[in-house]
């Protein structure tokens, strides 16, 4: 009787050795420092963030709204095996979620909602509002990177850094607002919208460890938009290596 317990309580062990190794085998970490996703990837900022990555061996998740138009994205993920590029149309829901489902069994370290439109800037005066332009530019800016981040977000709390980023914009900013005719009503709420959607992701996500991080990188030289900021401006080279080292 004793030593079929004793073989008993050794087959136990064992098996419960291997399911423990299956386990760890199945959630082993790839020898990429980790998995990133950006939107709006295939040009300014985005595309140097694909780039900016991809040379640091991450794999990276690289979508946009029309894959078939990006040459220069195809060229960087024919050089870098580690760059998937996929279809993703921020103002989709459908697509999100399909494209959620699609890599369900993927763990996303860093999320980076970049993708952004300014909008046409003369529908943004106070003289020529115009409602659709506005509708238009918070549904990319405010609205897609809350359900981007919705979607993805168990992709990112199953992953070693868990972080969520959203760039955003020093025209949002209160403080910088001044008596001078300002202008770009759209892009200003959309941007302000995004940044207390970041902050009120940053609480609900809290007991889940995940960080949510709001990035400005200033004044870009990316042919974003033809404001009459006539000032200094970084390239979007630069602009992508300064927020990869602060993320």
């Known amino acids: 009787m004793d030593k079929f317990l004793y073989r008993l309580i050794a087959i136990l062990v064992l098996s419960m050795s291997i399911a423990s190794a299956a386990r760890a085998q199945s959630t082993a970490w790839p020898d990429s420092p980790g998995t990133v996703l950006i939107t709006g990837s295939d040009r300014g900022i985005g595309y140097e963030l694909v780039k900016q990555y991809a040379a640091r061996n991450w794999l990276v998740l690289a979508t946009c709204r029309s894959p078939g138009k990006a040459e220069a994205l195809a060229r960087l993920a024919e050089r870098y095996p580690d760059v998937i590029v996929e279809e993703l149309d921020v103002t989709d829901i459908d697509e ?16 980076i909602n970049n993708a952004g439109i300014f909008g046409d800037i003369t529908s943004q005066s106070l003289e020529k509002l115009d409602y659709s332009t506005f509708v238009e530019v918070m549904a990319v800016n405010a609205f897609g990177p809350l359900k ?3 979607a993805f977000v168990d992709n990112v709390a199953a992953s ?3 972080k969520i980023v ?12 001044s008596n001078v005719k300002q202008g770009y009503y759209c892009y200003r709420a959309s941007k302000a919208s995004v940044n207390i959607i970041s902050r009120t992701l940053a609480a609900d996500l809290r007991y889940r460890e995940i960080l949510v991080g709001l990035f400005n990188p200033g004044v870009v030289d990316t042919g974003f938009v033809g404001t009459n900021y006539d000032g200094p401006k970084l390239t979007a080279g630069k602009a992508a290596d300064a927020l ?3 993320i």
Do not use: C, N, P, Y
């Open 148 to 150: 981007v981040s919705q």
């Open 96 to 111: 999100i979620e399909a494209q959620a489902a699609k890599h369900a069994d993927a763990s996303i370290d860093v999320l």
């Open 244 to 246: 990869v080292e602060f």
């Open 160 to 162: 070693r850094q868990k």
């Open 166 to 177: 959203t760039i955003t914009s020093g025209l949002a900013s209160m403080g910088l607002t």
